[in-house]
């Protein structure tokens, strides 16, 4: 997909992020923030796949602009699903 | 073979082999492959994104029931699994480095150490599963799961409710480690090809595409940790 070579030092310090972002999401987790703690767990959870995708799968060097394309049309399709079936079943017992 | 010695004409310079008739150029060919396998992921996202939105559902309508389902995972296994999938995750990452800049035995030890570390990631979600048959956490008829709603002691878990959460996990960690399974065969039979040399700086499509593959599987552990193991930890 590219021919970008991405320097050892930037794979480590990758390597180091994510790992620290799961330290960091069992703490979070073990302290009270109430309906937060869903949000702070599923905002780590994004960025740390942020990271993957952008810097293992090399999406942020693709020089082929469809797998930018088709990422952002997998991760809508997504939220459609998501946000339209939650907001179906969110709101079934209104009355 | 008439066919293919035509198209093999129709190219100026056909100096590759590896350089199928309908691609002008190895690079072109190469982005095709891995937007292939793009698209692939893409229809991923949405196989799994029907089980996340089952599990918010479910979720959201038994909020208790699955905070108890929650507590009883081990937060020390499956936060190993995330470390140890995220190591695998650099030795791909790395061994598509190693493809790039012609490092063979490089290739093949990342390569390698790719497969241990999803053999011990399937081995340590052997050991969960086996601890869930024994406490009687697998849903059927012999489900048996009792205590109490997180922050409710007056509130008894529904075996019913519960059952859903356990399904769910059975299911969502168990398709996972399906793709763990396919992911260690691609990789088995990449390191067969890398270590015959087939493998570097001018042909690497097949490391980096299953790569790909990998870091999306990868993915999927991250989101599955948290919503599993770590909802309502702190109650």
Sequence with gaps: MSEHISSLKLYIGIWLALLAGTLLTVIAAGIDLGPFNAVVALTIATIKATLVVLFFMHVKYAHEKMTKVVLISAIFWLAILLALSMADYATRLWT | ?235
């Design chain 2, 1 to 235: 073979m008439r066919n293919s010695s035509v198209a093999a004409a129709n190219h100026e310079a056909h100096e590759n082999p590896a350089l199928l008739h309908h691609f002008a150029t190895e690079e072109q060919q190469k982005d095709a492959a891995s937007l292939g396998m793009w698209v692939f992921l893409a229809t991923e996202i949405m196989f799994f994104g029907g089980m996340f939105c089952a599990y918010l559902v479910y979720r959201y309508w038994y909020f208790g029931d699955f905070g108890a389902g929650s507590q009883s995972l081990s937060v020390g296994l499956g936060g190993t699994n995330t470390a140890v999938l995220i190591c695998s995750s650099l030795t791909v990452a790395l061994a598509v480095r190693a493809a790039q800049l012609d490092q063979r035995k490089t290739l093949v030890i990342c390569l390698v150490l790719t497969m241990l570390l999803g053999l011990m990631f399937l081995g340590i979600k052997g050991v969960e599963y086996h601890d869930k048959f024994v406490e009687h956490h697998v849903p059927g008829p012999s489900f048996h799961f009792p205590g109490h709603i997180p922050s409710h002691p007056d509130v008894p878990i529904n075996q019913q409710h519960a059952q859903i959460f356990f399904s769910l996990y059975f299911v969502m960690t168990g398709l996972h480690a399906l793709h763990m399974i396919i992911g260690v065969g691609l990789f088995a039979v990449i390191t067969f090809y890398a270590m015959r040399n087939r493998y570097g700086s001018h042909y690497y499509t097949p490391v980096e595409v299953a790569g790909l593959y990998w870091h999306f599987v990868d993915i999927v552990w991250i989101y599955l940790f948290p919503l599993l193991y770590l909802i309502d930890r702190h109650k």
